[in-house]
């Protein structure tokens, strides 16, 4: 494998490479990738906790898995132990398409087992390698996962007693996410199975699975050459149109498209069902789909296919290896076209690319572009905690506050009509969605309140007299501090405070009319608001915009 393969920029958790499969690398064990993962909350109404594991790369590091023990330790009380043997194990084991490369297990721990509040959970596996055919009797354990230099902390979860805030009145998911189908030399996912049972758990209603253009342009069981009979997009196209869980899962596809300076960005589709080219920064030659699309001409194919499109994280920026080796560029003004569907904002958590996607989005709201902001992890997998390759050959890096779920999109509407990918898409496609870690925001008419208006749908301005925002928190995510009201006007280059509202302590819940005489005749609204979670982090919630006068 040589440099017009691979270089490694941006790896996750998987170990294995290496350049022509011998350079050095202190990341490198002749075992499989072993991955515990937990979900970072369970909400009241499910009564078991699922433990996932995944080991990756058992074609070529097979093993036989003797035990798992688990402890579970939560503040004033004495650990618990459970041990589940190999039989137990084994019946646990999900049947998903790529289980010859990939075994994937949930455990589902009993709610009895543990109280409300904080759990702190530690996986331990032992196993036995085969070699050549043969059990070796020696037994390997793994606590938690076996990523050279990573932690090893224990999973947190909060065990919660009440939904997410808002959870009556709109859906929450996350639009951006990989499964195992995003597979390639320096990546790899979980099944669709696994991602529907851990968000279920957590409280989402749907969970999107872009996975990467390039990836689902190879071989099944080779991920360096690409197909031109596109098997593996059809194994995932199956996948999901067979599944059946208990979350809506969204078919979708993260496509390398060509922007306006002829640099690679990355666009989303939601709601597709023929494949859409995208091979550029794939890390591999492109021998059956040498011809790339421009944004404009894959937002139209997506739309022609009933889907929904959104610039995927357009504030990270592109470093410098990115850019000479990829041909990765960034997000501008340029880009964003008539017929695109949103913005995915965040990516992760609120650090300087969220600030740079929220201004983006601004930007395209005062020339008079209604887009919808949205929120999605990027996670392959992360449920508790994000992993990825730090340092190339040397070092795991690890993200607390990185993992699915984190910050979500929330989309409006009564959460009971969530029944299909439709219903997402329609949601986004009007504009209907806020983003948030934690409080629920919105603008209704005061004598609906539990109705928002933030949609594309315009609101006449005959009827702004009853206009209010309102913003709800739990004990769990914390107090609300202070919610703005925002308003701008189209080709006004200047946004204006029009409502600030500092909280008392201990507020949890706000409701607020929204002053008509600052309003002009054509105009938008959108609102933030922000406050503190019980462990002293930013909450924050940002609507996207209602518009009036249009």
């Known amino acids: 494998m040589g440099l017009d393969l691979l270089l490694p920029i941006a790896l996750y958790a998987e170990t294995h490479f290496r350049f022509w499969g011998c350079s050095p690398s202190l990341l490198f064990r002749k075992e499989p990738e072993v991955i515990f993962d937990l979900p970072r909350r369970l909400v009241p109404r499910y009564n078991h906790l699922p433990l996932a594991l995944i080991l990756n790369d058992i074609r070529r590091y097979p093993v036989q898995i003797e035990s798992i023990q688990i402890t579970l330790s939560q503040n004033g009380e004495k650990p618990k132990i459970l041990t589940f043997d190999k039989d137990e194990i084994q019946k646990s084991l999900l049947d998903h398409p790529l289980k010859n490369q990939m075994s994937a297990y949930i455990l589902n721990i009993p709610r009895t087992e543990f109280a409300s509040g904080e759990l702190f959970v530690n996986a331990c596996l032992k196993y036995h390698r085969i070699k050549k055919g043969r059990v070796d009797k020696r037994i390997a354990t793994v606590l938690n996962d076996n990523l050279v230099t990573s932690t090893k902390l224990p999973f947190r979860c909060i065990i919660a007693d009440e939904e997410y805030p808002g959870y009556e009145q709109c859906g929450f998911g996350d639009v951006h996410s990989h499964s195992q189908f995003s597979r390639s030399h320096v990546e790899f996912g979980p099944p669709i199975e696994m991602i529907d049972k851990i968000c279920a758990v957590c409280g989402l209603n749907f969970a999107a699975v872009t996975d990467h253009s390039y990836d689902l342009a190879c071989l099944p069981d080779d991920?360096?050459?690409?197909?031109?009979?596109?098997?593996?997009?059809?194994?995932?196209?199956?996948?999901?149109?067979?599944?059946?869980?208990?979350?809506?899962?969204?078919?979708?596809?993260?496509?390398?498209?060509?922007?306006?300076?002829?640099?690679?960005?990355?666009?989303?589709?939601?709601?597709?069902?023929?494949?859409?080219?995208?091979?550029?920064?794939?890390?591999?030659?492109?021998?059956?789909?040498?011809?790339?699309?421009?944004?404009?001409?894959?937002?139209?194919?997506?739309?022609?296919?009933?889907?929904?499109?959104?610039?995927?994280?357009?504030?990270?920026?592109?470093?410098?290896?990115?850019?000479?080796?990829?041909?990765?560029?960034?997000?501008?003004?340029?880009?964003?076209?008539?017929?695109?569907?949103?913005?995915?904002?965040?990516?992760?958590?609120?650090?300087?690319?969220?600030?740079?996607?929220?201004?983006?989005?601004?930007?395209?709201?005062?020339?008079?572009?209604?887009?919808?902001?949205?929120?999605?992890?990027?996670?392959?997998?992360?449920?508790?905690?994000?992993?990825?390759?730090?340092?190339?050959?040397?070092?795991?890096?690890?993200?607390?506050?990185?993992?699915?779920?984190?910050?979500?999109?929330?989309?409006?509407?009564?959460?009971?009509?969530?029944?299909?990918?439709?219903?997402?898409?329609?949601?986004?496609?009007?504009?209907?969605?806020?983003?948030?870690?934690?409080?629920?925001?919105?603008?209704?008419?005061?004598?609906?309140?539990?109705?928002?208006?933030?949609?594309?749908?315009?609101?006449?301005?005959?009827?702004?007299?009853?206009?209010?925002?309102?913003?709800?928190?739990?004990?769990?995510?914390?107090?609300?501090?202070?919610?703005?009201?925002?308003?701008?006007?189209?080709?006004?280059?200047?946004?204006?405070?029009?409502?600030?509202?500092?909280?008392?302590?201990?507020?949890?819940?706000?409701?607020?009319?929204?002053?008509?005489?600052?309003?002009?005749?054509?105009?938008?609204?959108?609102?933030?608001?922000?406050?503190?979670?019980?462990?002293?982090?930013?909450?924050?919630?940002?609507?996207?915009a209602c518009f009036i006068g249009y």
């Open 223 to 544: 991920y360096l050459h690409q197909d031109k009979d596109l098997g593996l997009w059809k194994m995932f196209q199956a996948e999901i149109s067979n599944f059946k869980g208990e979350i809506v899962i969204i078919p979708g596809e993260e496509i390398s498209v060509v922007n306006h300076r002829g640099d690679v960005v990355h666009l989303c589709g939601l709601g597709i069902s023929e494949y859409i080219p995208g091979t550029l920064d794939g890390a591999r030659k492109n021998v059956h789909f040498k011809k790339q699309l421009t944004i404009k001409e894959a937002v139209d194919e997506i739309n022609r296919q009933g889907g929904v499109s959104f610039a995927a994280h357009p504030g990270a920026p592109a470093g410098l290896l990115q850019r000479l080796f990829l041909g990765r560029g960034i997000w501008e003004e340029q880009d964003m076209i008539d017929g695109l569907g949103g913005i995915q904002a965040v990516n992760s958590d609120f650090f300087e690319s969220w600030k740079r996607g929220k201004n983006l989005w601004i930007t395209m709201l005062q020339k008079g572009y209604r887009l919808p902001i949205l929120a999605g992890s990027d996670a392959h997998g992360d449920f508790n905690r994000y992993r990825a390759v730090g340092k190339p050959f040397w070092q795991i890096y690890e993200g607390a506050e990185r993992y699915m779920g984190f910050v979500r999109t929330g989309v409006y509407g009564n959460p009971k009509d969530i029944k299909e990918s439709k219903d997402i898409i329609d949601g986004i496609k009007n504009g209907a969605a806020f983003l948030t870690n934690g409080p629920f925001v919105s603008i209704c008419d005061s004598r609906f309140p539990k109705e928002s208006l933030i949609s594309l749908k315009p609101i006449s301005a005959d009827n702004i007299n009853n206009l209010c925002v309102c913003a709800k928190s739990t004990k769990e995510f914390g107090t609300i501090n202070t919610v703005k009201v925002f308003m701008g006007i189209p080709g006004v280059n200047e946004e204006k405070i029009i409502l600030k509202h500092i909280s008392e302590p201990d507020t949890y819940d706000v409701n607020l009319p929204i002053p008509s005489e600052m309003l002009t005749e054509k105009c938008y609204l959108r609102i933030e608001a922000e406050g503190k979670t019980p462990r002293g982090l930013p909450a924050v919630a940002v609507s996207s």
